[in-house]
């Protein structure tokens, strides 16, 4: 049996980023996202990954720390599943973060349901 507090995951801030830095830029790229995922199949889970941002604002890479997707509607939920985790990758690396110093990461969740 399992005991404590659990809380909504949030993101996650490393560097020169901060959330009020970055909340234009993740709300604008997410907003993006949230339409291109409405062309795709239903999901549901959790995908969390660290998006890594160079000084100048650009997204140099990423890592994938968890993905519990599920497919809610698709015969082969396999595919459905690495349609969705692609796009949701791709999008998140053109967001555009303002130019810091030295950059920093965001570990960034996005929760399907």
């Excluded at 404590?4 to 830029?25: M, N, S």
């Excluded at 889970?45 to 100048?56: E, F, K, S």
């Excluded at 990758?89 to 570990?107: S, W, Y």
Aim: one cysteine or more.
């Amino acid at each position: 049996m399992a005991h404590g507090w659990f809380l909504e995951p949030e993101p996650e801030y490393e560097g020169d980023l901060t959330e009020a830095l970055c909340a234009d830029a993740l709300n604008a790229g997410v907003g993006a996202l949230v339409e291109q995922l409405a062309e795709l199949p239903e999901m549901s889970g959790t995908l969390t990954m660290r998006i890594d941002v160079a000084p100048g604002g650009e997204c140099e890479g990423f890592e994938l720390l968890t993905n519990t997707l599920m497919s809610k509607d698709r015969a082969d939920p396999e595919e459905a599943r690495a349609e969705v985790l692609v796009t949701a990758l791709n999008a998140m690396l053109d967001i555009r973060f303002p130019e810091t110093a030295k950059g920093g990461a965001i570990l960034f969740p996005l929760i399907f349901s």
